[in-house]
């Protein structure tokens, strides 16, 4: 299993920015996917997940109206797009897939056992 986040970078407060995951070696359309990101100094936390069924996402508080987690299974990809972006946003954002496929989608990082490398947002006021 390989998960590959990008379109990390700098960008101004108020800004948008779309992060992608290329997903390979599993049935990609199987499983839940989630976005967590992990601000410096501070625990991993949740950001987004999308259901395998493409049926249902669930966003953190901080994130909600502001953020959109989408798929194309087509490409085994998952997408985060960001819009209004602020200073608390940056952190180190972190595509992830559950041990299993199908079943029911989670928020707790410990629930997932896949996970990218970590793409870099920061957000400048």
């Known amino acids: 299993v390989q998960l590959q986040a990008s379109g990390g970078g700098l960008v101004q407060a108020g800004g948008s920015l779309r992060l992608s995951c290329a997903a390979s070696?599993?049935?990609?359309?199987?499983?839940?996917m989630g976005w967590f990101r992990q601000p410096p100094g501070k625990e991993r936390e949740f950001v987004a997940q999308?259901?395998?069924?493409?049926?249902?996402?669930s966003y953190g508080d901080s994130v909600k109206g502001r953020f959109t987690i989408s798929r194309d299974n087509a490409k085994n990809t998952v997408f985060l797009q960001m819009h209004s972006l602020k200073p608390e946003d940056t952190a180190v954002y972190y595509c992830?897939?559950?041990?299993?496929?199908?079943?029911?989608?989670?928020?707790?990082?410990?629930?997932?056992?896949?996970w990218g490398q970590g793409t870099l947002v920061t957000v400048s006021s």
């Open positions: 992830a897939a559950p041990g299993h496929p199908l079943g029911s989608p989670h928020r707790d990082p410990s629930d997932y056992r896949y």
């Open positions: 070696g599993f049935t990609f359309s199987t499983y839940n």
């Open positions: 999308i259901s395998w069924g493409d049926i249902g996402t």
